[in-house]
């Protein structure tokens, strides 16, 4: 049988509204993961030490505010440490603009506000397998 | 890269590595055999295990506990393991959260594992991720139980000390003294110490401790205000002056009867891992005698271990 | 407390009334009837956990008790309202939140509103500033984009310039330490502005909320928190009389995902935390009660959120006149601002906003709020622009000038449903008080994660409603028109050469000041928060005087009282 998906569902920058994360980490547990979960405001290379340190396949980023606007030097960081198998996705308040951008600097998937947890497990757990396909081997 | 360098990276405590093979180990199987034979664990690392009821506050006594040892030129592991939904098997791992200002050092590696089913307060990868830890360059592994307030003697089988965690005034501790919790503990601390209370746990606990059942063994009962730091260098004292009187005594100067479950147990885990990973004719056969209602669980493992002479 | 009657166990009719015999008969085939067309006796319930019943009458609520329940507004018990005139005489203060970029943009904004007749303004700032921090100190990508930069005094200086600040009414949202109230207090110093006429209120002084629900504006570890709030309020009472120091807000905690009775529960909770701690400090209740100020959110639940605010009422001003003995009659009024809900906005078809906006505003007025703030439709696209902003003003304007909506002091008074559910509704809301009481006070259960947990499984019980359909959400989980593509938010954000201006504005500013004079103010404030004796924040105040920033403010207090870190509950 595979192992559960590992997740870490976190905030960077500034903003601290975490209800939708915390929905988000309660519904993929329901759905199976296992999931690492931090309070707000995290650092970028925190973020990249959590991703390494606990393995995890995708990284979930909630915005609300502004925040997302960090994520490409997430997506830089996250190269530069190795884990370009990791996928990000991020939820929020994500004008189009900023989407195309994010997209991009390579982020998976936006959730939108209105997303059902079901549409967000669904392709998070797509994406862990993606994520586990493209690890390199150690061993 | 090959397994000499894996061997290497891992030995050296490369951080790049470490988090991966730590997946593997956790995950057991096949892979889980080859990374074995890369591994060479160190004697000394001191494997010391926290359990306690929830929110007796053991991540934030661990938070000031890495605080305290890093002040003190210590490298330390610390594996949370946090309970898994009974319905779907998933996990929200949160311990960590309170430990998360060590995440920058480099002499601090927090990782978090989800019990995956088990009971009895960790999970059925946590001792092969410990040989990976011991494997490692830290001086102390932390294993924070489940924590699920049912007495967790699990932890007895991969630890060289216990430190059960109580509060003020919690019918739950109370309940553990009665069920023999000193029985797992080398130390038992007060958390909270400064709500109202305190000092009656303290004094209970010292009781049941000093009971004539217990006479082999005087557990110290040490007060701590986690959160601020209060009674952390002394709980530190004692675990490192526990562990270096531990590693020169002769191994019978433990209670031999804890060494026994402790190895019976160990045992049994990895027969039966193996078990489960294996693909022997013999199981399979039995299985379907099972399936086929020709047999009962209880006489197919007779007929098993019958024929190993178990 | 003053007692409600629940009204099932009494006797049914009382003389003058209908018959027995015909009534009981008109309401069975009533209930036969229905019983045949809707084939379910299934209950309904609200989102607070209340069954709500097809219809309502004299058996659920019969007036019998209405002198004590009820009273006329402006007397005990306050349940239809804190004053004689509610909305015939002044309808509510229009409090539109403003903050974005510079303080040049600020204040460009505020002289458009202040000319378009706008009496009382907001200050937002940014979230650097939420957090405790300089704009130096944080990406400078995320600066301006949520509120106003403002961390000296020439900053709230040039936020203000050209208006006069004496009796404007300025709600700052200005967590502990309460550095912007300090710089606005220095303005006033240098412009010989008297702190007498200087109003307003400290919008985020509820710390409890922070710690809970609102983590980005918790700044101090909690004890050093607690002490902060009680000396500004200390300090307002006795040297800024006309400001309200304290805003305890249950729209964090309903945001956060409390049901409306919780987050109610909650804020009441925390409101007598806080009269506790006030009391022993050594301060009046009798002066400190009339300074307390409430700020909630109002969802769509219309009945709901009316029950919500008049059962808050009559709650807080029995605790008010009962447990705490205070005998003034303006202590015991229950004045709130509220917000429109967020969390009921949709992004899929979203000018579908203005209508649930607009019908969240009519529960706020029909409950009796003092202050209302609308939100824009686009708020979930991305920070509201300035033409959305301006139709949620109108929202407002309509309300009261078109719909008559202020005709009549507390129109749905007497009403059969929201009596009772009014009752039901307090009923739900001292049962959560006492829960936490149980715990030892809010300041307790907060520490001990048990309001977290509660917040944390009403909320997910409301996403689990709307993924299962049970909670319709227009747009969302039914009547989606995919035809009606997102509209794309305009995106307003400062220029990054202003944001570069600013920062170089902020260096001059650190550069020029006397620096000998700065340190000594801070040193000040750290030795008068290791001191029992002495005010902290009078020391904030006459830090914010000498040129000593917000960021540095902060962080002197966040070293001696410890950082603030809330409690999640994951």
């Known amino acids: 049988m595979q192992p559960p998906p590992r997740i870490l569902v976190t905030k960077i920058g500034l903003d601290g509204h975490d209800r939708g994360s915390r929905i988000v980490a309660t519904a993929l547990r329901d759905a199976g993961m296992e999931v690492i979960y931090t309070p707000p405001w995290q650092d970028i290379e925190t973020v990249v030490g959590l991703a390494r340190d606990e393995d995890v396949d995708v990284i979930g980023i909630g915005s609300l505010a502004t925040d997302h606007l960090l994520v490409p030097k997430l997506m830089d960081a996250l190269k530069d440490a190795g884990l370009d198998h990791v996928c990000v996705v991020v939820g929020g308040i994500v004008p189009e603009v900023d989407e195309r951008d994010l997209l991009t600097a390579g982020v998976s998937r936006v959730f939108h506000p209105g997303s059902s947890m079901q549409e967000i497990s669904v392709e998070v757990s797509r994406l862990a397998q993606c994520a586990r396909e493209q690890a390199p081997e150690i061993i | ?310 | 407390m003053a007692k409600i009657h629940t009204e099932k166990n009494k006797a049914i009719d009382r003389p003058g009334g209908p018959s027995p015999q015909s009534s009981t008969t008109a309401k069975e085939r009533w209930q036969r009837e229905y019983n045949k067309q809707i084939g379910s006796t299934e209950p309904v319930y609200n989102r607070s956990g209340v069954a709500i019943k097809p219809i309502y009458d004299r058996h659920d609520w019969d007036g019998s008790h209405s002198d004590t329940e009820l009273g006329y507004p402006g007397q005990s018990p306050m349940t239809r309202g804190i004053y004689p005139t509610m909305h015939r005489g002044r309808t509510w203060s229009q409090r539109q939140l403003i903050g974005f970029g510079i303080p040049a943009d600020y204040n460009a904004r505020l002289r458009g509103l202040i000319k378009s007749g706008v009496s009382a303004v907001s200050l937002i700032p940014c979230n650097s500033v939420y957090r405790g921090f300089d704009a130096d100190q944080v990406p400078a990508e995320l600066l301006g984009t949520c509120g106003v930069v403002l961390n000296t005094v020439d900053d709230m200086d040039a936020c203000f310039e050209q208006v006069d600040i004496a009796d404007l009414s300025t709600a700052q949202n200005d967590p502990s330490p309460f550095t912007l109230l300090a710089l606005l207090l220095a303005v006033a110093k240098r412009r010989g502005v008297p702190w007498s006429r200087v109003t307003g209120t400290s919008n985020q002084s509820d710390y409890i909320s922070h710690f809970v629900a609102n983590h980005m504006f918790f700044r101090l570890a909690l004890p050093g928190a607690r002490r902060v709030l009680v000396d500004h309020i200390a300090f307002t009472l006795e040297h800024v009389p006309g400001w309200n120091p304290l805003s305890v807000v249950g729209q964090h905690m309903q945001q956060a995902g409390a049901t409306p009775a919780e987050a109610m529960a909650f804020t009441l909770s925390t409101a007598i935390q806080y009269a506790r701690d006030c009391i022993n400090r050594g301060l009046d209740p009798e002066q400190f009660f009339p300074r307390f100020t409430f700020f909630f959110d109002i969802s769509i639940s219309v009945f709901e959120e009316v029950a919500k605010f008049r059962a808050g009422r009559r709650i807080w001003e029995s605790i008010v006149r009962e447990q705490f003995e205070v005998k003034n009659p303006r202590a015991g009024r229950f004045k709130f601002h509220a917000q429109t809900s967020g969390v009921d906005l949709t992004r899929q078809q979203p000018l579908n906003n203005i209508a649930r906006v607009a019908t969240q505003a009519i529960a706020g007025i029909l409950g009796g709020l003092q202050s209302l703030h609308t939100d824009s439709y686009d708020e979930v696209l991305s920070v509201p622009t300035e033409q959305a902003a301006r139709i949620a003003i109108d929202t407002q304007n309509i309300l009261r000038e078109e719909a008559h909506l202020t005709d009549v002091i507390d129109p749905l008074g007497g009403s059969y449903y929201v009596e009772s559910l009014t009752n039901q509704m307090q009923e739900k809301i001292t049962s959560v008080m006492d829960r936490i009481e149980g715990c030892g006070g809010m300041y307790n259960a907060v520490q001990n994660g048990v309001v977290q947990t509660m917040i944390g499984e009403s909320a997910l019980a409301f996403q689990q409603r709307i993924d299962s359909g049970e909670q319709t959400l227009v747009g969302v989980n039914r009547y989606q028109d995919e035809s009606q593509a997102t509209p794309t938010a305009g995106l307003e954000r400062t220029a990054p050469e202003r944001i570069s201006t600013h920062l170089q504005t902020l260096e001059r500013f650190k550069e020029n000041r006397n620096q000998s004079t700065v340190r000594k103010a801070l040193d000040q404030l750290a030795h008068a928060a290791n001191s029992d004796s002495e005010n902290v924040y009078a020391k904030v105040v006459d830090a914010a005087v000498a040129g000593v920033t917000h960021g540095e403010i902060v962080a002197c207090l966040r070293r001696e009282f410890g950082d603030g870190a809330p409690l999640i509950v994951p």
Request: hydrophobic content about 40%; some cysteine.
């Open chain 2, 1 to 310: 890269m090959n397994p000499q360098q894996l061997a290497d990276r891992l030995r050296a405590g490369d951080r790049s590595v470490l988090g991966r093979v730590i997946s593997v180990a956790e995950n057991g199987g096949e892979r889980w055999q080859r990374l074995l034979r890369l591994l060479s664990p160190a004697d000394d690392t001191a494997i010391i295990g926290f359990t306690g009821s929830p929110g007796s506050g053991k991540s934030t006594l661990i938070d000031a506990l890495i605080t305290e040892l890093r002040g003190r030129e210590k490298t330390i592991a610390v594996v949370a393991i946090d309970p898994s939904s009974p319905f779907s098997g998933g996990a929200v791992l949160g311990d960590r959260c309170r430990m998360n200002r060590h995440q920058g050092d480099p002499g601090v590696y927090i990782r978090s594992l989800s019990a995956r089913g088990s009971v009895g307060g960790l999970s059925a990868g946590a001792g092969r991720v410990v040989e990976v830890l011991k494997s490692g360059s830290f001086d102390l592994v932390l294993i924070e139980t489940v924590g699920s307030g049912q007495s967790e003697v699990d932890i007895l089988e991969l630890a060289d000390m216990c430190i059960v965690i109580c509060t003020p005034n919690s019918g739950d501790d109370i309940q553990a003294i009665k069920s023999g919790i000193c029985e797992i503990a080398d130390i038992l601390v007060v958390n909270k110490a400064d709500l109202a209370g305190a000092d009656r746990t303290i004094q209970q606990l010292i009781t049941a401790g000093n009971l004539p059942s217990n006479a082999a063994r005087k557990v110290p009962v040490l007060p701590a205000v986690a959160t601020q730091g209060t009674g952390i260098p002394v709980l530190v004292d004692r675990i490192l002056a526990q562990d270096s009187t531990a590693r020169a005594a002769t191994p019978d100067r433990k209670d031999s009867g804890r060494i026994h479950r402790r190895l019976a147990r160990t045992i049994a885990r990895d027969v039966e891992q193996q078990l489960l990973d294996s693909s022997d004719q013999e199981l399979t056969e039995l299985c379907d005698l099972i399936q086929r209602g020709q047999s009962s669980f209880k006489n197919a493992a007779l007929a098993w271990m019958t024929k190993r002479k178990l």
